[in-house]
């Protein structure tokens, strides 16, 4: 059963840092890009970043957060993480992983990472909220 599994959210200053996990039981993490999506309240969800299946590991970063964050993968425990960094207000959101529905779909590489219908299978969220 494929699962996909958020941690690490929480309550930060502006400027502070969190690392958000995704554990990923039940499917083979190395084979399908899984990425990360935000929602903050009143506004649609929206890409964060995604990690590429392929070998080359291809990373993809939606503008307001480049240089901010890094996403990363640890295939042999099946944790896809999210650190982020230098955390502002407007990151406030709830943070979801989510699996490609697809094997090997290259969203990653080929920049439709950011279409949602793309994605079969989300996990429950961690609500990130940045505050003084």
């Known amino acids: 059963q494929v699962q996909l599994v958020e941690s690490g959210g929480g309550l930060v200053q502006p400027g502070g840092s969190l690392r958000l996990s995704c554990a990923t039981p039940g499917f083979i993490l190395e084979e399908f890009d899984v990425a990360w999506f935000r929602q903050a309240p009143g506004k649609e969800r929206e890409g964060v970043s995604c990690?590429?299946?392929?070998?080359?590991?291809?990373?993809r970063y939606t503008d307001s957060v480049k240089g901010r964050f890094r996403i990363s993968r640890n295939r042999a425990e099946g944790m896809v993480y999210l650190e982020m960094n230098n955390l502002r207000p407007e990151d406030t959101a709830v943070y979801y992983c989510?699996?490609?529905?697809?094997?090997?779909?290259?969203?990653?590489?080929?920049?439709?990472?950011?279409?949602?219908?793309?994605?079969?299978?989300w996990g429950q969220g961690t609500q990130v909220t940045v505050s003084s």
């Open positions: 989510a699996r490609q529905f697809n094997r090997w779909s290259e969203s990653c590489d080929h920049g439709t990472w950011l279409r949602r219908e793309g994605y079969g299978f």
């Open positions: 990690f590429s299946a392929s070998g080359g590991g291809i990373t």
